[in-house]
């Protein structure tokens, strides 16, 4: 008789944030499978191209022994997802972009820049990500994303926005061929929902969902819907394409 391993997750965080912004998802995940939350750390004054694919390799390194893994990745950490899944087809059974673009950002060149002077609006940051109602509230991970931001290492943070204002994998997710799950927020304004759109439709046997209202933090706002949403199941307020 033989027996099924329970899945492993691997869920990557955006930037400049912890893999500590995936507690509350962990928890609810853990019952159904093994779950890894690596640090993804740019490395300070990175300037050249190819940052995703150079940590995507290192989160390969690192969690070879428990692959295959159904990746998630948020923002930043969706990028270093996008291309893990092209580089190691064999080792990602499925793949979850949450709010996160194959496409270049070029305005993030300009952030870096201010990021790396160290002018960081924390409140205009929060307030972007999240919507009014949720910044009101001032819930666990609103307090989360303040303190790291207002923490943040600058130089690691400025790579990461550097990368992302650069970052065009656009002619290679068609070659991705695992089950992909795109998950845009209606209100995120880097991720939007055009772009996110058209990834969706660059990528064979991906489903394409809008969260309607939500920013684009605003998922982990509600770990334990991200979590189910995550094992297969959706709320109601969830508008899904494919």
Known sequence: MTTTAPP??????GTPLSPAVWD???AELSGNGHVITPEIAPPP????TGLQQRLAADVAESAAAEAPWHVVGHSFGGQVALELAIARPDR???LTLLCTRDTPFPAFDAAAATVEAGAVDVDGTL???FTPVEVRDDGAVVRYARD????????????ALRAIAHFDCSQRTRSIACPVAIVAAEHDTVSDVGSMEAMHRRIPHSEFIIRAGAGHMSMFDDPVALARMLLGERRDSTQRRR
């Open 8 to 13: 492993v997750w691997l869920l990557l965080p």
């Open 24 to 26: 509350g998802v962990r």
């Open 45 to 48: 004054g990175y300037r050249g």
């Open 92 to 94: 990602v059974s499925s």
């Open 127 to 129: 307030r972007r990500w």
């Open 148 to 159: 790291a931001v207002a923490t943040a290492d600058r130089a690691s943070w400025a790579s």
